[in-house]
């Protein structure tokens, strides 16, 4: 089983707040990636971690981070909240061979007012 | 970055077959192709992925044009399930494995 569990699936923050969002996988697959989806866009690479540490980064800025635990769970964190920040947050993880069938989570829906 | 163009959307009628094209003209040797697909509310949904060869599996086909720079995926008989954004990618050969590059994807639509 690789299901990808997030949380939470909804959330509204204010301007300028911080954010932090989950991620678990019973498989507890040592990589993980975050992507963020703006409405009707694909989804865009964010950032992964690879053994807890951070192994690759999209466009994004840094307060946009991560953490990675040893179990395997991870959080992706965002400070200085901003409207375009508006968006639904996936993570991936438990790639295959040839880094096909990445398992997706449901994501979380989070809305800055 | 390798980049994938792909129609916006398409319309198929149930349990009919539904082509699905891709162009992709600055591949690499060793970019795979992969499709995702994405139903509504929910997060992408791994679909298939080949190399060179056709592919098949128990959700669809892949067909890859001998040099490489285009691939269909093909749905063999349509459901209502199937209605969905279907994304072709390419595996990004300088980054890491997590570094999938989404497009916009074409919004299937099956009309019963």
């Known amino acids: 089983e690789t299901g990808v569990t997030q949380s939470p699936t909804h959330l509204i923050k204010t301007r300028g707040q911080q954010v932090t969002l989950r991620c678990s996988s019973q498989s507890g697959h040592n990589t993980v990636s975050w992507y963020q989806q703006a409405l009707g866009q694909g989804p865009q690479f964010i950032f992964q971690y690879y053994r807890e540490e951070e192994n690759g980064r999209g466009n994004f800025p840094p307060r946009f981070s991560g953490l990675q635990f040893p179990n395997y769970s991870s959080e992706l964190n965002v400070n200085a909240l901003e409207l375009d920040d508006s968006a639904l947050y996936l993570c991936a993880c438990c790639w295959g061979v040839g880094g096909g069938e990445a398992f997706f989570g449901q994501g979380t829906r989070l809305t800055v007012v | 970055d390798a980049k994938t163009t792909q129609p916006n959307s398409m319309e198929s009628n149930e349990e009919e077959p539904v082509h699905l094209p891709c162009n992709h003209s600055?591949?690499?040797?060793?970019?795979?192709i992969h499709w995702y697909r994405q139903l509504p509310s929910q997060g992408p949904e791994y679909v298939i992925h080949g190399l060179t060869s056709n592919v098949n599996n128990r959700m669809a086909s892949l067909a890859i044009a001998e040099d490489r720079k285009s691939s269909t995926l093909i749905l063999h008989r349509a459901t209502l399930r199937d209605a969905a954004v279907y994304y072709c990618?390419?595996?990004?050969?300088?980054?890491?494995?997590?570094?999938?590059?989404f497009g916009k994807g074409t919004k299937l639509s099956v009309k019963p």
């Open positions: 600055t591949i690499s040797g060793t970019d795979y």
């Open positions: 990618i390419l595996r990004d050969p300088g980054g890491s494995q997590g570094n999938l590059i």
